[in-house]
């Protein structure tokens, strides 16, 4: 079968192939942090990695893989509370967390670009309970898809909003607690000396895109409007990972360096309320 060119891809759906790779390198350890069989296979049908498999301790693989293991946390977390729940991934990419979680019941829903979810069509097919969405994430029509459904719903943005503005963060935010009172929305955000590091960044740089957004403080959003609660600011690295080492696990206990990659999980509008269409309509 012919392999699809990283060319052809646009810079922002390049980015899929980063967390791809790692879950592909990182799932051939014996002491794997998060266990993806697929990653491997689906590499394989791009004509180049992003990144390369080195033989030291790769600490953006780590911290992402860490990272893909709290929001699974989260979702399982949310399903443990609603087992016939929806579970909305923005911006999945290539993610295979539908079937790293998956209980029987839940349903699933997939965000990316149009030519992303052309790609994962063809790789990851959907099912009847893992659905898949073609549009922008700032293309605000999308949650009619997830209005309908009349299902408890958490909201899940792993590696999107750094790739933002702020702006476009805020308007989505705002348009997400209108739509849906009560809704938990968790999402990682990197801090603004981070946002300086990142530029440098090899993978990032090859993909040939931009970091937009950082935040140094998780309790700003609730600036944005009433409707805003932060309920955790949590780190990757939160409990002890025996894969960081002694140097590593130092290094990221520094409020500094803890700091520059967070998770925050927030909770929209007041109650829990009916998904609101009218809302979307004014959005």
Known sequence: MEKRKLADLSPV???????LAYRAIESQR???????????????????????????????????????????????????????????DIGCGLDTRFERIDNGQMLWFGLDLPEVITVRQALLPETARGRLIAASVLDLAWMGCIVQEQRPVIFLAEGVFPYLTETDVRRLVLALSRCFPGVELVFDVISTLSQRIHRFSPAIRKAGVQIGWGIDDGHRLETWGAAICLVKEDRYAAEREPRLGKLYGLILSWPVFANMNRILHVQLGQGQGSPDLDALRRA
């Open 13 to 19: 759906a390049r980015t899929l192939l980063i967390p």
């Open 30 to 88: 014996p002491n794997a942090i998060l266990n993806d069989p697929c990653a491997l296979e689906l590499l394989g049908s791009f004509d180049e990695p992003l990144v390369q498999p080195g033989k030291k301790l790769d600490l953006d693989q780590l911290v992402t893989m860490l990272r893909a293991r709290r929001f699974d946390r989260y979702a399982r977390n949310f399903l443990g509370q609603h087992p016939n729940g929806m579970v909305v």
